[in-house]
């Protein structure tokens, strides 16, 4: 009984700064607090000591993902379409980021980076990473632009890059691995967050191809939580590539009713025949993730 009362508080602490209306809640019981020290890890939880949080923002069809680090650092990867500005700058305001120390456009697609140039506006960015991909969009325009009058410069997102290393907290980027693609998807930055025992792999739109050559380069992407590549288009999701990452949970972002019918119902049917537990934004809303680096609990919108 104390463990599950330890849980159901960690959750309430978890949820407590700038996610009200989150329910919904799954994961595991059995943090390891004991039940005398709870009040004590309240103020600590609070302040994201020993927390790790992944935010899934529900900007339609299209991605964007805050990471806030136990260390207290924030990166942001993707920031939605050119019209999702107001939604992320706000949740992010909400969840007091008033510096993005790493920010992360995966690939120029607009859905992913459209406005990635509002938020560089509005808040301090340490870094800032992007592959070697190059489109002549308005959209892409406007984020070097950002970038420029900032005056930052953008570091190339490629296999090996590492973006934090902190004891047993980490996040580097596994993909791309090559140095050209045909087309954008496959340059997308593919991210995999550790903390202690707990891993997210962020697969951006990367497709089959880069899935093929993450395995062929020995990486390890073995995550309990894995979020979806190309928004659960039948063009990623492999069935190599989701038996090796293993995932307890799959997180897919996609607008509801989108023109591209994502997810996929070939994706679908392989997520479910593997046993792993689905979270689509068109249906749970923004969706949030938290872990002490053993334990994991979620929480949705809807």
């Known amino acids: ?22 329910k919904n809640l799954g994961g595991k019981e059995g943090l390891k607090e004991e039940a005398s020290s709870a009040a004590q890890g309240a103020a600590g939880l609070a302040r994201r ?27 942001l990867v993707d920031a939605g379409k050119n ?18 120390d790493y920010l992360v456009g995966t690939h120029p697609h607009e ?40 005056g930052l410069q953008i570091k190339t997102a490629k296999a090996g890059v590492s973006i934090l290393e902190d004891g047993n907290l980490f996040a580097k980027i596994i ?14 930055a593919v991210i995999k967050v550790e903390y202690g025992d707990v891993a997210f792999l962020l697969a951006g739109d ?19 939580v894995l979020k979806v590549g190309h928004h659960g288009s039948h063009s990623s999701t492999s069935t190599e590539f989701l038996k090796a990452v293993a995932p ?11 023109d591209y019918h994502h997810p996929h ?10 046993g792993v537990t689905v979270l689509r934004t068109d249906e749970k809303g923004t969706i949030v993730f938290g872990t002490d680096g053993k334990d994991l609990a979620f929480a949705t919108t809807k």
């Open 111 to 150: 859905d992913h980076i459209g406005s990635l140039d509002a938020v560089i506006k509005s808040f301090e960015i340490g870094e800032i990473f992007m592959p070697k991909a190059v489109t002549g969009t308005e959209s892409f325009r406007d984020v070097l632009a950002a970038v420029k009058n900032k």
């Open 206 to 224: 990367a497709e089959e191809l880069s899935e093929k050559e993450i395995l062929a380069g020995g990486a390890d992407v073995k995550a309990q």
């Open 265 to 274: 119902q070939v994706t679908l049917d392989k997520l479910s025949k593997a």
């Open 248 to 258: 307890k949970y799959a997180v897919i972002s996609a607008g509801a009713g989108n």
């Open 175 to 188: 993909a791309p691995c090559g140095p050209e693609y045909e087309g954008l998807n496959n340059y997308s």
């Open 49 to 75: 000591t020993d927390t790790l949080r992944v935010h899934f923002l529900d900007v339609g069809q299209g991605d964007s993902i805050l990471v806030q680090f136990p260390n207290g650092r924030n990166m």
């Open 1 to 22: 009984m104390k463990r599950l009362i330890v849980f159901f508080l960690f959750i309430a602490l978890l949820f407590s700064s700038g996610c009200a209306g989150l």
């Open 83 to 100: 019209d999702s500005a107001s939604t992320v700058i706000s949740y992010l305001k909400k969840n007091r980021v008033k510096k993005i």
